[in-house]
């Protein structure tokens, strides 16, 4: 399914941001976690959110720019996980429980689902590209050429801690608020991309984290 490659591109893009300048510290080396228990270091800092992104990428060479938006929701610190995207009408949306250790990937215009069961700690391999670590890991970004703290930036209603750093080459500013991730825009000399919170809520919908129930459930390749 189309719409469900490009959910899958938006959630990789994270993580490979979220590895690229987020890595969690080296065991033998300074404590850069702020006192964090690292069991909990890839958590929110509120029990529930849902939050409106939109996603702008601009392509300088091609002289092209596409803008996206998509929803991004989760429960219990983060782990349950919600995310769903759309595409010429068509609906996708993957759902991480944690808790129970199912995943599932539903299809909205045919209204269907698949499950998959996942071992339980996998919903953070996703929900960690959304988590801000700006604030209670400061010390962190030391370690990183061309850091500097910005001035707070007010996103979707919130007082959000911005940071940044630089290479000379390329250049990333990274905000958010309460360990979760409101703005973050990336840029170079031929394209730049950012990601931005335009709505955020700590009250989810009804069944957030389960396949609806006139939803009918396919076998695993199908």
């Known amino acids: 399914m189309k719409t469900l490659t490009k959910l899958s591109m938006y959630l990789a893009a994270g993580l490979m941001l979220l590895a690229a300048g987020c890595n969690l510290p080296d065991p033998d080396g300074p404590d850069t976690t702020g006192g964090i228990d690292p069991n909990n270091y ?8 849902y939050i409106a992104y939109k996603s702008t990428n601009v392509d300088s060479y091609y002289d092209e720019t596409t803008v996206d938006t998509f929803i991004m929701a989760f429960d219990e610190y983060g782990k349950k996980f919600r995310m769903e995207v759309s595409e010429d009408g068509t609906e996708a949306v993957v759902i ?3 808790i129970t250790g199912k995943m599932y990937t539903l299809n909205v215009e045919e209204k269907s689902y698949v499950e998959l069961s996942v071992t339980p700690g ?3 391999g996703y929900g960690a590209a959304f988590v801000y670590l700006g604030d209670d890991a400061t010390s962190l970004w030391a370690y990183y050429p061309g850091f500097s ?3 707070n930036k007010t996103i979707a209603g919130k ?3 911005v940071v940044s750093w630089s290479d000379g080459e ?4 990274w905000g958010g608020w309460n360990r979760i991730t409101f703005w973050m825009q990336t840029s170079s000399s031929d ?3 950012t990601l931005e919170a335009i709505s955020f809520s700590e009250s989810l919908p009804n069944g ?5 129930a006139d939803y009918t459930k396919l076998n695993y390749g199908q």
């Not at 957030?208 to 609806?212: A, E, G, M, T």
């Open 191 to 193: 394209d730049s991309s």
């Open 149 to 151: 703290k910005k001035p």
């Open 42 to 49: 890839f958590s929110y800092g509120v029990k529930s959110g």
């Open 208 to 212: 957030s984290f389960s396949p609806p």
């Open 170 to 173: 390329e250049s990333v500013e």
């Open 96 to 98: 991480i429980d944690g």
């Open 122 to 124: 996998t919903e953070m």
């Open 159 to 161: 007082n959000c801690s």
